[in-house]
T-cell receptor, first 114, second 115 residues
Framework: NAGVTQNPKFQVLKTGQSMTLQCAQD?????MYWYRQDPGMGLRLIYY???????DKGEVPNGYNVSRLNKREFSLRLESAAPSQTSVYFC?????????????FGQGTRLTVV | AQSVAQPEDQVNVAEGNPLTVKCTYS??????LFWYVQYPNRGLQFLLK????DNLVKGSYGFEAEFNKSQTSFHLKKPSALVSDSALYFC?????????????WGLGTSLAVNP
């Protein structure tokens, strides 16, 4: 039972570089999310996808793009990394049409932009 | 605006003592309520939920939470804390009214259980 898998686990980027964070879930969930976690800020939603083929902005979308490649995969792209994007990124999925079991989280990607 | 508050940044308790981590919310309707735990360098793990029914819900690792509708609170409790319970705890609420049904998160409470 893999659940939600994120890659990579760690990444260091130089300012201006681009990268894509990968996320895949094997629970057949409709909804997927990208969060960032910063000290004292809790979890902030970057983007989410309520279903395959749809994406919407969350609280802090600037500087990011997403792709819901299929029902399983939801990637987050940083086109031109900035030091302010140093954070821990979490992907999550949930079955919104169900009773509401909350969200399942990946292990996180620790990104440092220098 | 809908919100979730965890009024304490940090809670310190001695091992063996009861613990409470507080959560209050401002969400219309009858939301679903959740607690998650995050151990160092790990992702969040689901701990327990309240959907409907009995106000006291039991979850993993001996934790329970009490839903109080009049006070709009969902405090996390454990009768006897363990050092291994030291972690970051997040309360989350999912509205069940309107179009926005995404989880609303508290900022987290760091629990330190001292030996």
């Amino acid at each position: 039972n893999a659940g939600v898998t994120q890659n990579p686990k760690f990444q260091v980027l130089k300012t201006g570089q681009s990268m894509t964070l990968q996320c895949a879930q094997d629970m057949n969930h409709n909804s997927m999310y990208w969060y960032r976690q910063d000290p004292g800020m809790g979890l902030r939603l970057i983007y989410y996808s309520a279903s395959e083929g749809t994406t919407d902005k969350g609280e802090v979308p600037n500087g990011y793009n997403v792709s819901r490649l299929n029902k399983r995969e939801f990637s987050l792209r940083l086109e031109s990394a900035a030091p302010s994007q140093t954070s821990v990124y979490f992907c999550a999925s949930s079955q919104e049409t169900g009773v509401g079991f909350g969200a399942f989280f990946g292990q996180g990607t620790r990104l440092t932009v220098v | 605006a809908q919100s979730v508050a965890q009024p304490e940044d940090q809670v310190n308790v001695a091992e063996g003592n009861p613990l409470t981590v507080k959560c209050t919310y401002s969400v219309s309707g009858n939301p679903y309520l959740f607690w998650y735990v995050q151990y160092p360098n790990r992702g969040l793990q689901f701990l327990l939920k309240y959907i409907t029914g009995d106000n006291l819900v039991k979850g993993s690792y001996g934790f329970e939470a009490e839903f109080n509708k009049s006070q709009t609170s969902f405090h996390l409790k454990k009768p006897s804390a363990l050092v291994s319970d030291s972690a970051l705890y997040f309360c989350a609420v999912r509205p069940n009214a309107g179009n926005n049904r995404k989880l609303i998160w508290g900022l987290g409470t760091s629990l330190a259980v001292n030996p």
